[in-house]
C-alpha cells in the first residue's frame, strides 16, 4: 500500500486533462471508496451522477464557468445531495438497514426517531448545507482512490448548481447539486498548475495541540 501523504503530494487540482478514458475498473473503485464514505447516522444524504457522454458534458461546460476539465476529463462526477431529510426518506434508510441486519425493526427505533426530531427542527436550507458536508466526505475519500490509482482529479464548486439542477432534472428526484469532481489524465504539456510547488498555510497555524 502506497504512503497517503505521497499520494496526496501527487496529487494536485488538475487544470487540464488529455481526455483519454480512465478504465471503467479504475471509475468503480473510486465510486465504491465514496460509497463506503462515513456519514451522520449512517443515512448517506447523497447519490453521484457519473458523467461520461460527451455531448452532455459540453452542456454542462458553459454550466460549470467554461472550466475545460469539465470536456476534457474522462468522467465527470455530480454529487448530488438530498434537498430534505424528510421522514420518508429517514424511514428507507432504517427499513434497509435491519432487512439487510435481519434484525427486528424495533432494533433501531430510537435512533430512526432521533433523526426525524434532529432534521424536523432544521430549515430546507440548512437540511441542504448538512446533506453537502456529508456528501463532501465522499468526494474526499473518492479523491483519495483516484489518486491510488494514478488518476487525476479536480473537485469544482465553480458552477451554476440552480442550471446545473435544472439540466439534470434533479428537482424531480428531490435533489440539488453541490460538487463536481472531474476525473482523468493530466496534460503535462499545457497544464500551468503542474509546475507549481504545492503550498498549504505553515502547519503550526492549521494544528493547534491542546
Known amino acids: 500500500m502506497e504512503n497517503i501523504l505521497d499520494l496526496l503530494n501527487w496529487r494536485y487540482a488538475t487544470k487540464r486533462m488529455t481526455g483519454e478514458k480512465v478504465e471503467d475498473e479504475k471509475i468503480n ?3 465504491k471508496a465514496a460509497h463506503l464514505a462515513p456519514s451522520g447516522i449512517g443515512l448517506q444524504p447523497y447519490e453521484i451522477i457519473v458523467i461520461s457522454n460527451p455531448e452532455i458534458k459540453k ?3 458553459p454550466i460549470a464557468m467554461n472550466q475545460p476539465q469539465v470536456v476534457e476529463s474522462s468522467h465527470l462526477l455530480v ?3 438530498w434537498d430534505e431529510y424528510s421522514k420518508e426518506r429517514i424511514d428507507k434508510v432504517f427499513d434497509y438497514l435491519t432487512e439487510k441486519r435481519n434484525v427486528d425493526s424495533t432494533k433501531y427505533h430510537k435512533q430512526r426517531e432521533f433523526s426525524k426530531r434532529f432534521f424536523g ?3 430546507i436550507e440548512e437540511n441542504f448545507h448538512h446533506a ?3 456528501a463532501n466526505i ?3 475519500l473518492a479523491i483519495v482512490e483516484a489518486a491510488s490509482a494514478g488518476i487525476d482529479s479536480t473537485p469544482m464548486e ?3 448548481p440552480i442550471a446545473l439542477d435544472e439540466f439534470l432534472k434533479l428537482p424531480s428526484k428531490g435533489l440539488r447539486s453541490s460538487m463536481l469532481l472531474a476525473l482523468g489524465y493530466r496534460d503535462e504539456e499545457n497544464d500551468w498548475n503542474l509546475k507549481l510547488k504545492k503550498v498549504r498555510k505553515p502547519f503550526e497555524e492549521f ?3 491542546i
Open 121 to 123: 427542527n432544521m430549515s
Open 132 to 134: 453537502a458536508k456529508q
Open 79 to 81: 454529487f448530488a445531495v
Open 138 to 140: 465522499a468526494l474526499g
Open 29 to 31: 473503485a473510486i465510486l
Open 158 to 160: 465553480g458552477f451554476d
Open 59 to 61: 452542456k454542462i461546460l
Open 207 to 209: 494544528v493547534t495541540f
